[in-house]
T-cell receptor, first 112, second 110 residues
Framework: NAGVTQTPKFQVLKTGQSMTLQCAQDMNHEYMSWYRQDPGMGLRLIHYSVGAGITDQGEVPNGYNVSRSTTEDFPLRLLSAAPSQTSVYFC???????????FGPGTRLTVL | AQSVTQPDIHITVSEGASLELRCNYSYGATPYLFWYVQSPGQGLQLLLKYFSGDTLVQGIKGFEAEFKRSQSSFNLRKPSVHWSDAAEYFCAVGPKFLRFGAGTRLTVKP
């Protein structure tokens, strides 16, 4: 099993550009989530999904969109990137919100 | 609303010494509590979790944590630290979704 995979590993954007961070898992997990990690702030939840077709907002959802059309994939979209979105982004998955979350390796995003 | 505080930003211990990392939470009902570890440049790995039952929880790599409801705490302990334990440690509280503390960076002196 590959576990949780994220692409790309690194990305540089200009302000106003859009992009999609990809996340996939092959563990048949229902629960998937996106976090951003900033120095001194730990991880903060952006969006999460409890199953295909169901998504909800976390602590810091503004500026990000998600969709969940399949169990395996949970892409995160930045519609108009801002410098405040410079961060490391982690995708995670688990059987349910109460179970251990398995984290991907992260995507380091810089917005100029 | 649930919240987590890790009072220590950075801790340095000597190899072989004991370790305690502090975590305080705020949550109205019985919380779901987790400790994760992050090595440099890596994702997070679960060390242990508490949902209910025995308040002393054993985890991987020789770590344990004790849930104290009266103190709203879930401190992580290890009796003898190894150089490979140097990492950043995060406490998190659920259950609606995980809210993480800011983390404690552990440095291990030889």
């Amino acid at each position: 099993n590959a576990g949780v995979t994220q692409t790309p590993k690194f990305q540089v954007l200009k302000t106003g550009q859009s992009m999609t961070l990809q996340c996939a898992q092959d563990m048949n997990h229902e629960y998937m989530s996106w976090y951003r990690q900033d120095p001194g702030m730990g991880l903060r939840l952006i969006h999460y999904s409890v199953g295909a077709g169901i998504t909800d907002q976390g602590e810091v959802p503004n500026g990000y969109n998600v969709s969940r059309s399949t169990t395996e994939d949970f892409p995160l979209r930045l519609l108009s990137a801002a410098p405040s979105q410079t961060s490391v982004y982690f995708c995670a998955s688990s059987y349910s919100r109460y179970d251990e979350q398995f984290f991907g390796p992260g995507t380091r995003l810089t917005v100029l | 609303a649930q919240s987590v505080t890790q009072p220590d930003i950075h801790i340095t211990v000597s190899e072989g010494a004991s370790l305690e990392l502090r975590c305080n939470y705020s949550y109205g009902a019985t919380p779901y509590l987790f400790w994760y570890v992050q090595s440099p440049g890596q994702g997070l790995q679960l060390l242990l979790k508490y949902f209910s039952g025995d308040t002393l929880v054993q985890g991987i790599k020789g770590f344990e944590a004790e849930f104290k409801r009266s103190q709203s705490s879930f401190n992580l302990r290890k009796p003898s630290v190894h150089w490979s334990d140097a990492a950043e440690y995060f406490c998190a509280v659920g259950p609606k979704f995980l809210r993480f503390g800011a983390g404690t960076r552990l440095t291990v002196k030889p």
